[in-house]
């Protein structure tokens, strides 16, 4: 007989369901953001959390499409966002300065590289670039598109140059769909760690205007992105965050601007101040006085018009007893319009990393708050700089130098790759202030010469040697002339015989009184010891 437990059922019968727990903890946890969203806000849908099929090929082109349309037609907030910053980040340039231990082989090198990275014809396989606008042109590229992928290229004779293509060039392609044996994640091919093995570049061909696609291996190719996560393969438009809100803060712009037209425009009105008895008004509805008297004109077309509307004017009936034109004037747009507006604006410059007082309005600042605006506009160019160098121009000055050493133009010398970078001027609002407080900490040491030079975009031996050649010209001709320093500079202040004698004197005085000192400090000592020794002379 088998037996049925308490509740009366079949062991073996009963179907077990996962129900979830129902205590308090369970619903409602201590991260209200993980919390069920409530009814005035909008459910959080989020299908992955993996980086590579977050940023999939359609929502990379979709944010590129949209980008590349915002500054085109984004207005002069857009267009400072891009070539402000690209310009406040290169200015007309970084510059390479070589330090290998051979003098004359890094002023070589800093000679060539103006020669040949400094002229489009010898930089950029297009010809339309030198390497400090194409600078400029990489962070213009990589705020709207996301990337950028300079490659390294050869001439017809064989000699290195750069060939630039935009993040719309880099793609799977129509004509070769990636294997399935293959890891290709919207134009870049994966391998072990997701590490990239080869770029995909795709372009036209100018005789068919058909799809031409050829893969570069990454070695060859100076990828520029802005890595914001780890499993991040291309670069995003900095603008991602804020497309949407640029696109409203122009819709909004259009109809305001629609609407001060409409509202430019004189309006009028009729007033009445009291309820006054009816009068028959000529020409007025629901009359039978005679209309209103009327002037005909008749046009070159043959057609005949009212004498206002030949010449363009308003007309107005005659008004009864009471009634008044008023103006219509406008009180548009709202405060909270051009608060919302301001939002707007404030938002989109945050994107970018700099605050909106920088690129849109900087009048409301003064003081210690414009201080802390450039100083961290500062700090976010230098970042940009940092990678800007990382990228692209670190790795294309040593295969420059390579190339230069491989064709014979320099010496292969030891520590031909060492470098830095000589970077544009520093902003700041009172170059007097603080050049007046970096001389004085240059002075007392605080920070060195290569600093000092550094805040104004010069490298400090070139300034050096610069100054003392200068010097030694100076001292040569005036030798050559037989003029003496007042004569060549009698604006200058002189020091006359008298005064160099007294101050001869008044060293050497100082310089007995330090002896005289010291020879006191010695018997003072000596005396100290014979007390010690002698009891008798401790005790008087």
């Not at 944010?63 to 037609?73: C, M, V």
């Not at 608060?339 to 309005?361: K, T």
């Amino acid at each position: 007989m088998k037996k049925n437990n308490r509740y009366g059922r079949q062991p073996q019968l009963m179907k077990q369901v996962e129900a979830p727990d129902l205590v308090a903890e369970a619903a409602i946890s201590s991260f209200q953001g993980a919390d069920t969203s409530s009814r005035d806000r909008g459910f959080v849908y989020v299908p992955t959390l993996d980086t590579l099929k977050e940023v999939d090929a359609w929502s990379h082109t979709e944010l590129l499409r949209r980008g590349r349309f915002i500054y085109n037609s984004g207005g002069g907030l857009i267009h400072r966002g891009v070539n402000g910053v690209a310009r406040m980040v290169c200015g007309t340039g970084l510059f390479p300065y070589p330090l290998s231990p051979s003098k004359s082989w890094n002023t070589k090198v800093r000679r060539l590289w103006m020669q040949r990275c400094e002229s489009k014809n010898t930089f950029d396989l297009s010809r339309k670039f030198t390497c400090g606008a194409a600078q400029a042109g990489i962070i213009r590229s990589s705020i709207v598109g996301g990337d950028m992928a300079p490659v390294l290229a050869r001439e017809e004779g064989g000699r290195l140059r750069c060939m630039f293509y935009e993040a719309h060039q880099v793609g799977n392609g129509l004509s070769r769909m990636p294997g399935n044996s293959e890891r290709w994640h919207h134009g870049v091919l994966l391998g072990q760690h997701n590490a990239p093995m080869a770029y995909r570049i795709i372009s036209r061909d100018p005789a068919n205007g058909k799809e031409t696609v050829a893969e570069v291996p990454a070695d060859n190719v100076l990828f520029v992105a802005n890595y914001e996560r780890f499993g991040q393969v291309r670069g995003l438009s900095r603008f991602y965050p804020v497309i949407n809100k640029v696109l409203d803060r122009g819709e909004i712009m259009a109809a305001l601007t629609k609407g001060i037209k409409m509202r430019s425009q004189i309006g009028w009105a009729i007033e009445q101040q009291m309820q006054q008895q009816q009068v028959q008004v000529p020409g007025a509805s629901g009359t039978t006085v005679a209309p209103r008297p009327t002037t005909m004109v008749q046009t070159s077309n043959g057609k005949t018009i009212t004498l206002e509307q030949f010449f363009g004017g308003g007309q107005s009936m005659e008004l009864r007893p009471g009634q008044t034109f008023k103006t219509v004037e406008s009180a548009h747009p709202h405060e909270n319009v051009r608060e919302h507006l301001e939002n707007l604006v404030r938002d989109v410059a945050w994107a970018l990393g700099y605050a909106p007082e920088i690129l849109w309005n900087i009048t409301q600042l003064g003081g210690a708050n414009t201080r802390f605006i450039m100083a961290d506009a500062q700090s976010q160019i230098e970042e940009e700089q940092q990678r800007l160098v990382e990228q692209f121009l670190g790795p294309w000055y040593i295969a420059w130098v390579r190339d230069m050493i491989e064709a014979g133009e320099i010496e292969d010398v030891d520590g031909w790759d060492l470098h830095t970078w000589l970077l544009p001027k520093r902003l700041t609002v009172d170059f007097g202030r603080d050049g007046k407080l970096h001389i004085e900490q240059a002075k007392r040491g605080m920070i060195t010469l290569k600093s000092l030079y550094g805040f104004v975009g010069d490298e400090w031996q070139i300034e050096i040697d610069q100054y003392l050649d200068e010097r030694l010209y100076i001292k040569e001709g005036m030798t050559q002339r037989g003029l003496s320093w007042q004569e060549a500079y009698p604006e200058l202040p002189q020091i006359s015989a008298t005064a160099r004698v007294r101050s001869r004197e008044e060293e050497d005085e100082e310089d007995d009184e330090e002896e005289l000192t010291a020879k006191q400090h010695d018997e003072i000592q000596a005396a100290i010891e014979r007390a010690k020794l002698d009891p008798a002379a401790r005790r008087s």
